[in-house]
Each structure stands twice: as C-alpha cells, then as structure tokens.
T-cell receptor
Framework: GAGVSQSPSNKVTEKGKDVELRCDPISGHTALYWYRQSLGQGLEFLIYFQGNSAPDKSGLPSDRFSAERTGGSVSTLTIQRTQQEDSAVYLC????????????FGPGTRLLVL | AQSVSQHNHHVILSEAASLELGCNYSYGGTVNLFWYVQYPGQHLQLLLKYFSGDPLVKGIKGFEAEFIKSKFSFNLRKPSVQWSDTAEYFCAFLERALTFGSGTRLQVQP
C-alpha cells in the first residue's frame, strides 16, 4: 500500500516568507509526527497528533511554527516569517496507534531559506 | 529529559567485517528502543525495536541489537557487513515521540 507522502519535495523560499508543508499519512494511522533533520541539530521532534486529542507541541522551536491535522488525516506544518536557521529536511511519520507502534517515515521536504 | 548517545559518528569497514554501533540512553524507566536506517536517497526505515522480553532482538537484513539494562546500552550488530549496508544508522528512544541519537554514518568498502 501507499506509504507516507509529503509535498513539496523541495522548497526554496526567501527569508521572512511563510511556507506550508504537507503530509499525507498512511491510511488508517491515527498518530502523526513531524520531525526535522538538520546538520547542526540532527533529528528533532516537532509536534505529534494522536487521534482527536490535543496535539503535543512541546518540540516546536518557536511560535513561528504551527501545525494542524484536518479530519484526522492530512497534516500541514506552517512556518511563518522563515529564517535561515529553519533550513532543514522536514520529516513526517505516522503510526497505527501511538506508543510502541512503528513509525513510518515519509521522504521529507527539503526547505532552503535564502 | 531522556537523551540518546551514539559514540561512533563515522565508521568505515570492508565487506565481510563485523559491525557494532554503540547506543546509550539516559532514561531509567521503561524503555522503548529502536534502530532506524537511512540508505542514501531513501526514507528512514525501521531495522529493529525492543520493548521488553528477550534482550537480544533480531531485525531485518541480518541486524541484531542487545539491550543491556545495567549499561543503559542498545548496541547494533551485524556479523558480516555488505556494501549495501552503507547508510546512516540512528538509535532512538520512544516516550511520546522519538528522541534520536546523532546518527552513525557507515561506509562499507567493497
């Protein structure tokens, strides 16, 4: 079956602009995670959605970052007023349930802020 | 907060050599530990995971890992590496989300 998909695969933007990154999880997966992978910071957790519960936003680095998940499926990560340090690969993962379930990762969106 | 340490940042081996990648975690409670692999140009994918039970865990592609509670370690091993094992390997701890180590880049020379 289809895996986790993300779009766009690459995004180049200018400092100060807003960007939206999209994640389509595996159908039926109730848990959805956003991570980012950068040279300086490695792989970091950003935010986590589980079913209809309030998201765990504890990993978001600043209030410029937000995410939503509509209808328990597709998720959008929004970065406002992008900065050069936001340049990274943004990864989405989903799992059937939270806790102890294998997370399946998408290919990522490579974001470059000029 | 829990942390995960991977001591080997870059490992270069010849084919057929044995592999051991170190992973230590800081959490003293119930552990949920994973090894993920990222082949060049591909997604992160699961190699193996440990939640409880037999501390020697078998994964895909001949990999295994041993959970040693007294050492807070979860080292990854493979008896004989192949060129196709060239990749980056990440140890991770799951609480509410995955906390990853810094990764180990493995280069296997033919």
């Amino acid at each position: 079956g289809a895996g986790v998909s993300q779009s766009p695969s690459n995004k180049v933007t200018e400092k100060g602009k807003d960007v939206e990154l999209r994640c389509d999880p595996i159908s039926g997966h109730t848990a959805l995670y956003w991570y980012r992978q950068s040279l300086g910071q490695g792989l970091e957790f950003l935010i986590y959605f589980q079913g209809n519960s309030a998201p765990d936003k504890s990993g978001l680095p600043s209030d410029r970052f937000s995410a939503e998940r509509t209808g328990g499926s597709v998720s959008t990560l929004t970065i406002q007023r992008t900065q050069q340090e936001d340049s990274a690969v943004y990864l989405c993962a989903s799992s059937l349930l939270a806790s102890r379930e294998t997370q399946y990762f998408g290919p990522g969106t490579r974001l470059l802020v000029l | 907060a829990q942390s995960v340490s991977q001591h080997n940042h870059h490992v270069i081996l010849s084919e057929a050599a044995s592999l051991e990648l170190g992973c230590n975690y800081s959490y003293g409670g119930t552990v949920n530990l994973f090894w993920y692999v990222q082949y060049p140009g591909q997604h992160l994918q699961l190699l193996l995971k440990y939640f409880s039970g037999d501390p020697l865990v078998k994964g895909i592609k001949g990999f295994e890992a041993e959970f040693i509670k007294s050492k807070f370690s979860f080292n990854l091993r493979k008896p004989s590496v192949q060129w196709s094992d060239t990749a980056e390997y990440f140890c991770a701890f799951l609480e509410r989300a995955l906390t990853f180590g810094s990764g180990t880049r493995l280069q296997v020379q033919p």
